[in-house]
């Protein structure tokens, strides 16, 4: 599965702020979303608030006074590179784990710049503000919680034929599978944590795919890459958290498959021991960059704007393979 060129478009309309803030997720990932608040004295940020497809969440509560408000959103590591670009002017500092910055202008040690929008909230029929998250493809909220369950099902390794929001026999096949793997009811898909059990799903060793388990107390950035007999793809990246196991979607039956990864701090700079990057690869020299990509063209990596990096092969023989980055 290639993620798709998702936009995020932010809904708005002038309206006082006055109520409680929330962010409404209409696309078709489990996201986390940040917020900034611009005031003339200063700007705070605050996040970070994971929101499921079809779900809202109060980010903030009560009166409401900023000059602007703002706004970051990235999806889970589960799916690979972010697909929600930002699209706004404002760089504000953010953490990687839950945090609140009071001077979110200038970034210190474990904090990180990112791009935020800015946002406008309508204010909904209860007298709150909203804000939504959506995708070009303009899921309604049913449509969403459909197309963000038939996503995370490809992840783990089903066949649901496309990621459209559409109910047909192949997601339902799909559906059932996993829903019986998993020793859960049929009603289990409306409850509300279905998504969370759903992405601790991809996140569980697997006796089918690859699976990646980050087993050192850093995170983890990886890269995969598939030989299709054609040519070699390559796309990154996925984030790993320490402790945490990851399936890279993988569609198809391909020839070979290639892993690359590497440890990075809190500043998202690679990690070192004894001045050699702590990282997992190998012989193939396949094209990377530093910032989300996804390339089937294998030379000149430099001049593309590329670097070459060491990818290691993969043996699926068995069927299953389970990667374990550990401390050497």
């Known amino acids: 599965m290639t993620l798709p060129a998702a936009a995020v478009s932010f809904l ?52 409401l006074s ?36 009071a001077a979110a202008r200038q970034c210190r040690s474990g904090q990180t710049q990112a791009a935020f929008t800015q946002v406008t909230p309508t204010q909904g029929d209860d007298g709150n503000l909203v804000t939504y998250l959506a995708e070009d493809s303009e899921y309604d909220d049913e449509q969403a919680r459909l197309a963000g369950i038939q996503r995370l099902l490809v992840i783990i390794g089903y066949d649901v034929g496309a990621i459209d929001g559409v109910d047909g026999p192949k997601t339902q096949a799909a559906l059932a599978a996993f829903l019986k793997s998993r020793g859960l009811p049929s009603d289990a898909v ?24 980050n087993d050192t107390p850093h995170k983890v950035m990886a890269a995969i890459a598939t030989d299709d007999g054609k040519s070699v793809t390559s796309r990154g990246w996925y984030r790993l958290d320490p402790k945490a196991c990851l399936h890279p979607d993988v569609t198809g039956q391909p020839k070979q498959i290639f892993s690359f990864a590497e440890a990075i701090d809190a500043d998202n700079r690679v990690i070192k021991l004894k001045d050699k990057p702590l990282n997992w690869g190998g012989d193939r020299q396949l094209c990377t960059r530093e910032t989300k990509f996804e390339t089937n063209e294998q030379t000149d990596c430099g001049a593309r704007g590329f670097a ?21």
């Open 12 to 63: 708005f309309s002038a309206a006082p702020a006055l109520a409680d803030l929330k962010i409404c997720n209409r696309m078709s990932y489990v996201v986390e979303a940040a917020i900034g608040i611009d005031d003339k004295a200063a700007t705070a940020t605050r996040g970070w608030f994971r929101i499921d497809p079809a779900t809202c969440r109060v980010v903030v509560q009560g009166t």
């Open 66 to 101: 900023a000059d602007r408000i703002l706004l970051n959103a990235r999806a889970l590591g589960v799916y690979g590179a972010s697909p929600i670009p930002q699209s706004g002017s404002d760089t504000l500092c953010v953490a990687q784990d839950n945090f609140v910055i």
């Open 190 to 213: 409306s409850s509300p944590n279905f998504f969370k059990t759903m992405v601790d799903a991809t996140q569980t060793p697997s006796a089918s795919g690859l699976t990646w388990c």
């Open 308 to 328: 070459a990096t060491g990818f290691g092969v993969v043996d699926m023989s068995s069927g299953g393979k389970t990667l374990r980055f550990a401390m050497p």
